[in-house]
């Protein structure tokens, strides 16, 4: 049995705090994509309006803080959890088939979660810095607000290749991270039931599949309509 301790000394402090902090995230993915669609759908003015109310609502911005503080301990904790528990299995047993004891994605939650932060980097680098200490361009909106045009760069940035193809990969890797994940948090919060559970795993899956695969077709289109 793995016994790494992570970031907190009771196992039982990490299962919760990494099953409460990987729902809360999933619910910030489902607000977050719900206000990327106007980039699919070209809506310059709205997108820029949800960004300005996303970056400057003190409510917001406070959340936001504990959202990527979330991130942070979510993904640190478990990148110690995965090299603890590795160094406590320094031999592998012969007779031991990991595939037909767990999924792929159960058995690589912490590979996963190394290349979803990785993507949370270089994608926080690319958006979130730009629109807090970058020079974008802003233009005066219809009622005389002043925006800053993040739809622009944003678009500019899907138009490359290279950027596109590595928001896809990052998607489909979040969807595998996500198909263990987010069942396994119920699990670990102690909310299961035969009637239930089921259930729970089915809207896990398509979870994992829809939130992904409409976040990964954003920069697609945006890249073909180049």
Same mark, same amino acid.
């Given at each position: 049995? =793995?016994?790494g301790?992570?970031l /907190? ?15 809360f ?17 070209? +809506?310059?003015?709205d /997108? !820029?309006?949800? %960004?300005r ?15 990527? =503080?979330? /991130?942070? @301990? +979510? ?7 995965m090299?603890? !528990? ?10 031991? !088939?990991?595939?037909? !004891?767990a ?15 990785v ?8 958006f ?26 944003? @678009?500019? %940035? ?9 928001? @896809?990969?990052?998607? =489909? ?24 559970t089921?259930?729970?795993?089915? %809207?896990?899956?398509?979870?994992a599949? @829809?939130?992904?695969a409409?976040? %990964?077709?954003?920069?697609?289109v ?5």
């Amino acid at each position: 049995m =793995a016994t790494g301790k992570g970031l /907190f000394g009771s196992s039982i402090a990490r299962k919760y705090w990494m099953a409460l902090t990987g729902l809360f995230l999933c619910s910030f993915l489902v607000i977050h994509l719900l206000g990327n669609i106007p980039l699919m759908l070209g +809506h310059q003015d709205d /997108f !820029n309006l949800y %960004a300005r109310f996303m970056t400057t609502f003190p409510v917001i911005k406070a959340v936001s803080y504990l959202l990527y =503080a979330s /991130f942070v @301990v +979510h993904a640190v904790d478990g990148i110690l959890l995965m090299r603890q !528990n590795a160094a406590a299995r320094p031999v592998k047993y012969a007779a031991y !088939n990991g595939a037909a !004891n767990a999924s792929w994605s159960s058995r690589n939650m912490g590979l996963l979660g190394v290349f979803t932060l990785v993507f949370i980097v270089v994608h926080l680098k690319s958006f979130w810095y730009e629109m807090h200490f970058g020079k974008i361009p802003v233009y005066i909106y219809e009622d005389g607000t002043e925006l800053k045009d993040l739809y622009t760069l944003t @678009v500019t %940035a899907f138009q490359e290749l290279w950027y596109t193809v590595f928001y @896809v990969v990052s998607m =489909a890797l979040l969807g595998l991270h996500l198909w263990h994940g987010f069942s396994s948090a119920f699990q670990s919060l102690g909310l299961t039931h035969p009637k239930y559970t089921p259930m729970i795993k089915i %809207a896990g899956a398509f979870f994992a599949l @829809v939130i992904p695969a409409v976040f %990964a077709a954003i920069p697609v289109v945006i890249y073909l309509a180049s």
